[in-house]
């Protein structure tokens, strides 16, 4: 499949890692926003958030299970934002599911 995010997962495009275990992969964004912007995805492909099922769901609970140690083990002591954009409005630019955790800075403006 033409997916990056799945290409990382498979190790084929390399990546810096945060947490990985059989089920899901969290890793350094290529861009970061905020000192600490870690990525969190299924290694399962979903495309996006609109894609989430009562099949696949676990996944997703598992996913929001394991944030906050990964936030914590990141080195983010004082809070942080968890984002998924889904969809063209949203400007979703990789077509994976994925939650962007977003910390270490004061974050002043809170988004609509
Ligand atoms: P979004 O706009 O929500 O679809 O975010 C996609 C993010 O993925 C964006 O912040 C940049 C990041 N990204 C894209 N390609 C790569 C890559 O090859 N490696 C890493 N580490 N991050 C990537």
Do not use: W
Not at 35 to 47: D, E, F, G, R, Y
Not at 51 to 79: L, M, R, W
Not at 88 to 104: P, R, W
Request: aromatic share 8%; proline share 5%.
């Amino acid at each position: 499949m033409d997916c990056i995010f799945c290409k990382i997962t498979d190790g084929s495009i390399p990546s810096r890692k945060a947490y990985e275990d059989d089920k899901i992969l969290a890793f350094y964004d290529i861009n970061p926003q905020t000192p600490v912007h870690i990525l969190v995805i299924p290694k399962a492909h979903i495309p996006s958030v609109d894609f989430i099922t009562e099949e696949n769901s676990d996944t997703v609970s598992y996913i929001f299970e394991k944030i906050p140690k990964i936030a914590k083990e990141s080195g983010i002591t004082n809070g942080y934002r968890v984002i998924s954009n889904c969809g063209e409005d949203a400007a979703q630019s990789v077509e994976h599911l994925h939650f962007h955790i977003l910390g270490g800075a004061k974050m002043l403006e809170k988004m609509a």
